[in-house]
Structures are given as structure tokens and as C-alpha cells.
């Protein structure tokens, strides 16, 4: 052990564990490595086929009107995902503000919102009226339907009843777990839906909630049939670079709903200041083929490191992955607690504080976040949260580089053994 490790008081045995399993994932890491290549490869072609240059990198004020540098970086983002358009803005604060954008964009009166993943997110129960609001689709009149997944698949048989016997505008399929304990959903998956779905209906609208799972297997979902996605940049694609912002991609004609919903009708996508943020989400996008396959090795090390230790994972260190989360169902809340403090302490900003169980807008229970991020909330940094709730999960995600997640499972495996 190296001295400085001292300074984190990591236990040697603890060190020496997660060297020993980091030697067992060889193979694991290069497969990832594999996939990093190709995702930067897919990212250098569309800058280069837009013809990126220097001169994007120059933000608007005001209304933004002839932004080029914005309609290349649509245009980038657009051809990394394989859709037909893409709306790239920085005041889209959020995963959850971006999905509630293109639901309220895609959705009128008397429609009827299908989920085929079960409940969704619990920032969006409001956003749809599970929970009530009068702000929420439910108050304008706007219907929600919902179909579980059976043994962590689609249950196709009811989606397509439902199909044939209801006007369904919309489906909605959430990717990554959530504060669940389903495992996350393939593009395999994905795939396959899509097609039992178009075999009932040519017509409905398939949106995927594609939050964590950029860059994390070789397709988009719209290279498999989606009409439309939607994702956050100060997850996967901001690379950790970018400080805010969210991003739509999809049909054109879909996109542009958005947009409209977004800023104002008969606008559209023609305005929105970048106020000189265009340079960071670029440089954000082409890191993030990198930060995404380290977070994905700090998960699969962690995965190993705390099945070692006797603690149910999901996924398991082998298993397919999709997303960069990495579960840790600890059972009791003093190690759910210890570990997110250990992660907070492995952090390089804020590693003096000390995450507490709180109430947090959004969730029905008190919620612990360790976050020490250079941007606030970035779930692409190395953090860890949980509601504090049986089983007692704790939802790890990111890291910038591998080296600091590295680290990260050493303090933090070390906080819950002291």
C-alpha cells in the first residue's frame, strides 16, 4: 500500500481485496475498452461529417438567433444517437425536466400515456399525476395506463392487449431502474418490444427515458425502432464537462414539438442563448465514450468487491449491463449510510461533509446522496444515493476516471468495515 493511502485510513485488507479482484476483471475491462473504441469512433465521425470547428464554440445572447454553433452541436448529437433531429439545450435542467418536456410536447387532452415498465421515476410522479399536482398531465386531462414487467422482461402479452383495445398516443419505457430493484433494460430488449408493439400499432409514439445508458451498449434506441429519446447532459453525454442541460432526440417532427413546448410555438428550435456554453458540451460529448466505460469499470469493481463481502449486487460483476448504476442491496441503513459517506469522503469536493438521510422534493422517502461534484447533482461523477427504505439499496453511479472510482470503493468499503 502506498503511504498516502493512510491519509483515508483504507484497510489493508480491504486494499488488498479490491487489487486481487481488479486482476480477476481483465477480460471484463477489455470488453469495455472494445466498446469505448467504437463509441469514440461513432463520436469523432459525426464531428467530423458536421464539420466542427472552432468557430462553434461561440455562444449567443438574447434571443440566439443564429446560433450555429447550437445547430451543430443538434446536428453531432442527432447523428451520434441516430435520430433524424436533436434539441441540445442547456435550459433543460434535467433528466426529469427533459422527459416532462416531450410528454407535455407529444400529449393533449383525452390522450392516454402507456408505461410498459411499471412505475416510473419518482420525480415524474408528479409530472404525470400518480402523485397529484395541479400542475401535472393528469390535470390537463391527460390519461395514464401502466403495465409491470414480469421477471424483469416486458410483458408482451398485455402490452399488445392493450394496444388492440384502447387508444394508446403514447408509450413510455424507462431504461434504468430507478430507486427499484428490477434489473435494467437491454437494448436487446428494447429491440423487441418495439417489434411486438408495430406488429398492433404503426401509430403510437415509443419515447425511451434513456437516462444512465449512453454509450453503455453499441446502439441507441433509436437505431432499434424508438421514435423518440430523452437523456440528461450532466450524466453520460456531458462527459462530466458539461455543467448543465439535457438533451431530445428522435423523429423530426417530434423534436420539433419539443422545441416549441420548450421555448415558444412558431419559434421552436430557432432560438435559445448558449451563452458561450456551446465549447463545454462538445468537449463534454467527446470525452464521454471515456468517462462512461470508467464508470462502467469502477461498477463491475464494485459489483465483485461487495459480493466478496457477502452483499447481494445487481447487477453481478458478468452480467450484461446497460446502464452505468451498480445496486448494493446492504439490508440494514447503518452500511446503506456508511457506504454513501465513504463516497462522499473519497470525493474531491465537499469531502469534509457528511450526507444525512433528508427529505428531497421529488420522493415519497428521505433520501442520503453522497455527490462531491465539480457540477451540482452530476450523476456521471462518482456519487451514491438511496431511499432509506427496505431493502436499504444503495444506487452507485460514475466516476470521471477508473483510478478515482478505484479509490472510491477502497474508502468507501473501508467506512462500512471500520
Not at 39 to 50: R, T
Not at 182 to 211: F, G, H, L, P, Y
Not at 272 to 286: K, P, W
Not at 343 to 349: F, P
Amino acid at each position: 500500500m502506498h503511504k498516502d493511502l493512510e491519509y483515508y485510513n483504507i484497510n489493508k485488507k480491504v486494499y488488498d481485496l479490491v487489487i486481487e479482484s481488479e486482476q480477476e476483471l481483465k477480460d471484463n475491462f477489455k470488453r469495455i475498452d472494445d466498446l469505448c473504441f467504437f463509441n469514440s469512433l461513432k463520436v469523432l465521425k459525426a464531428f467530423n461529417e458536421v464539420g466542427i470547428s472552432e468557430n462553434d464554440f461561440h455562444g449567443t445572447t438574447g434571443y440566439g438567433y443564429d446560433d450555429l454553433g447550437r445547430e451543430d452541436i443538434e446536428k453531432v448529437f442527432a447523428k451520434v444517437l441516430g435520430g433524424e433531429s436533436a434539441l441540445v439545450r442547456s435550459n433543460l435542467i434535467s433528466g426529469t425536466h427533459a422527459l416532462s418536456t416531450t410528454l407535455f410536447a407529444l400529449l393533449r387532452p383525452n390522450d392516454t400515456m402507456l408505461s410498459i415498465t411499471g412505475l416510473p421515476y419518482d420525480t415524474l410522479h408528479e409530472v404525470i399525476g400518480i402523485k397529484d399536482n395541479n400542475s401535472s398531465l393528469k390535470a390537463y386531462k391527460i390519461n395514464y395506463q401502466q403495465i409491470d414487467l414480469i421477471d424483469n422482461d416486458f410483458d408482451y402479452a398485455k402490452i399488445k392487449e392493450v394496444l388492440k383495445n384502447n387508444k394508446i398516443k403514447l408509450i413510455e419505457i424507462q431504461r434504468s431502474k430507478g430507486y427499484s430493484t428490477r434489473k435494467s433494460i437491454t437494448i436487446d430488449k428494447v429491440k423487441k418490444v418495439i417489434a411486438e408493439i408495430r406488429s398492433v400499432s404503426k401509430d403510437v409514439i415509443i419515447m425511451i427515458d434513456n437516462c444512465y445508458c449512453e454509450f453503455v451498449e453499441e446502439l441507441s434506441p433509436l437505431e432499434v425502432g424508438a421514435d423518440i429519446i430523452v437523456g440528461s447532459l450532466i450524466k453520460n453525454l456531458g462527459g462530466g464537462i458539461a455543467r448543465t442541460g439535457g438533451y431530445i432526440a428522435g423523429k423530426k417532427d417530434l423534436v420539433y414539438l419539443c422545441s416549441e413546448r420548450l421555448n415558444t410555438p412558431g419559434e421552436a428550435g430557432e432560438v435559445g442563448a448558449t451563452l458561450g456554453m456551446n465549447r463545454e458540451i462538445l468537449l463534454g460529448l467527446y470525452h464521454a465514450p471515456y468517462v462512461v466505460s470508467s464508470s462502467l469499470k469502477t461498477a463491475i469493481l464494485t459489483s465483485l468487491v461487495l459480493e466478496k463481502l457477502g452483499y447481494n449486487v445487481e447487477p453481478k460483476y458478468n452480467d450484461l449491463r446497460c446502464d452505468i448504476v451498480q445496486n448494493i442491496i446492504f439490508g440494514n441503513k447503518e452500511d446503506l449510510i456508511n457506504y454513501c459517506k465513504g463516497i462522499q469522503k473519497a470525493s474531491a469536493i465537499d469531502a469534509n461533509a457528511i450526507p444525512e438521510p433528508v427529505e428531497t422534493p421529488g420522493y415519497s422517502d428521505k433520501i442520503i446522496m453522497a455527490s462531491g461534484s465539480f457540477t451540482q447533482g452530476s450523476s456521471i461523477e462518482i456519487s451514491c444515493d438511496g431511499p432509506i427504505r427496505e431493502p436499504f439499496i444503495a444506487y452507485q453511479q460514475g466516476s470521471l476516471t477508473y483510478e478515482y472510482g478505484k479509490l472510491a470503493v477502497m474508502i468507501a468499503v473501508s467506512n462500512i468495515l471500520k
